[in-house]
């Protein structure tokens, strides 16, 4: 079949003038009467599908009935203005090749209307829903849009190992990585499981963040980002965590806690901005079939200064709210999303960036403040969704970073290469973590996170 193929977003986007043009995709339905079919079609490249004519008796009956929904097709006909309403332009087909059928009786999506717990129970599928469609298009583009802001203004990606050897950061339960034969695991004399037989000839890890490596990179090109999966093998069933989500994380040398704050609000604002721009097909779908309230409250969050508050305020304000939270409120706990939530959305009603936690809560690596009990840590905190970026100003002292980590037991060890960034050379710096699928929750309104992600990975979850 000639011409080439165009893509049904260009064909839409395009003058119905009569020309010959050729398109593939899946059918999403099928309708019509005897003389004439209407078959949408679409082929994942617009929410939107183009509207096949057909008239029936210039085909042959068996090749008609086999088109169901779900069916492939590749169709040449004349691109022309539509003579329905809801849609611009149509093909009044004069070829059909039908690729691959889909058995009615069997084919899981025949059916419109299915929820959202269904449709996690066959994410082999999903995609092919407007939903899914839509989702995965507005992931693809904020991917997008994230090398380019970086890109933009200088940053170097940098790869960071997804196998690492140490749990410097200590950021949450571990996935290990062995060759070894868990039925015959070889012991050391003690009776304790031999690594120098391993792999790696120690004990290795998924990464639960790439920002210890992030770091040596940023001491050194100044500015850096990683955009990478990482791993956490907490057994938290939330629709705001996975076991394995993508994370986005800048590092900056010559960055303080303002800087970091700055660089944090305008990458969101940014990215949110991106969305509204180039996804508004999809952006409004959503908006329409799940969330009335999504375009607002991302225009909202893109046109509005972000709250910058310390924690020992936030404490306060959550233990004068007389608010009824179900997790306790106090100094020196950590927040629930339920109190992250109650300063953003009835407090505040916007974005929040919380700094100044207490260190025992935060990481070793968070710059120490003169207090002796808070460090430079930033949360920020959105809408609907909580914590979308940790970060902090990072600790540049060797002499106050090594006392930390003796404080906390954690094994020189295991960070020797990480303290030379603060032996050799060592400046201010600072950095931060976005998670990837929390920021495309955001953006799309959705509200479980395995439902922004093609394939999650949750506690006892890993079957496509
Ligand atoms: O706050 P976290 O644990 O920070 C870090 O890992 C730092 N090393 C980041 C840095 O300073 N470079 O994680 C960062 C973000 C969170 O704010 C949240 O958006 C997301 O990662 N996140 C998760 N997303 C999905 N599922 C999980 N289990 C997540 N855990 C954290
Ligand atoms: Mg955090």
């Known amino acids: 079949m000639e011409p080439r193929r165009t893509k049904i977003k260009d064909l839409l986007s395009s003058a119905g003038d009569g020309r010959s043009v050729l398109c593939k995709g899946w059918v999403r339905t099928k309708r019509g009467n005897k003389n004439v079919a209407f078959i949408a079609l679409n082929d994942g490249s617009t929410i939107n599908n183009i509207q096949v004519v057909v008239d029936t008796a210039s085909f042959d009956e068996n090749l008609l009935k086999s088109i169901t929904t779900g069916s492939s097709l590749a169709v040449r006909g004349a691109l022309v203005v539509s003579q329905g309403s809801g849609q611009g332009v149509e093909i009044q087909a004069s070829e059909i090749e039908l690729y691959g059928t889909a058995d009615p009786e069997t084919y899981p999506l025949q059916k419109k209307g299915h929820t959202l717990e269904f449709l996690r129970e066959i994410a082999h599928l999903r995609p092919r829903t407007n939903t899914f469609g839509a989702v995965l298009r507005i992931r693809h583009a904020l991917a997008f849009a994230i090398h380019n802001y970086f890109n933009n203004k200088g940053f170097v990606y940098l790869h960071t190992p997804l196998i690492t050897g140490s749990d410097a950061e200590g950021a949450g339960a571990m996935f290990q990585v062995t060759t070894l034969d868990l039925n015959d695991v070889p012991k ?5 499981v031999d690594y120098s037989r391993d ?32 791993f956490r093998a907490e057994n938290s069933n939330t629709p705001r965590h996975l076991a394995e989500f993508w994370m ?11 800087d970091n704050m700055d660089l944090a609000e305008d990458f969101l604002k940014y990215l949110i901005s991106y969305a509204l721009e180039h996804c508004a097909d999809d952006i409004a779908f959503l ?4 969330d009335n309230e999504l375009i607002d409250r991302l225009r909202f969050v893109v046109d509005n200064d972000f709250v910058r508050l310390d924690y020992t305020e936030g404490i306060k ?33 916007k974005p929040v960036i919380l700094t100044g936690y207490p260190k025992e809560i935060k990481a070793f690596y968070m710059k120490q403040n003169d207090d002796g009990k808070t460090v430079r840590a930033m949360d920020v905190l959105f809408p609907k969704i909580g914590e979308i970026i940790g970060g902090s100003q990072r600790e540049e002292s060797l002499e106050k970073l090594s006392a930390r980590i003796a404080e906390l037991g954690i094994p020189e060890k295991d960070v020797w290469w990480y303290l030379d960034t603060r032996r050799f050379g060592s400046v201010p710096h600072s950095g931060f973590g976005l998670g990837f699928e929390r920021l495309v929750l955001f953006v799309t309104g959705m509200s479980n996170i395995r439902d922004v992600i093609p394939f999650p990975r949750t506690p006892k979850n890993a079957e496509f």
């Open 188 to 192: 050391t004399q003690e009776g304790k």
């Open 199 to 230: 792999f790696f000839g120690k004990s290795c890890n998924l990464t639960v963040s790439g920002q210890l490596e992030g770091e040596l990179g940023a001491t050194a090109l100044s500015e850096i980002y990683t955009f990478g999966p990482t």
């Open 248 to 258: 986005i994380e800048p590092e900056m040398a010559f960055y303080d806690l303002d």
């Open 287 to 290: 908006n329409k079939m799940y």
């Open 317 to 349: 304000i959550l233990m004068e709210s007389g608010h009824k939270f179900e997790f306790p409120v106090s100094w020196g706990l950590d927040l629930q999303s339920e109190h992250e939530r109650y300063l953003v959305e009835q407090h505040f009603k």
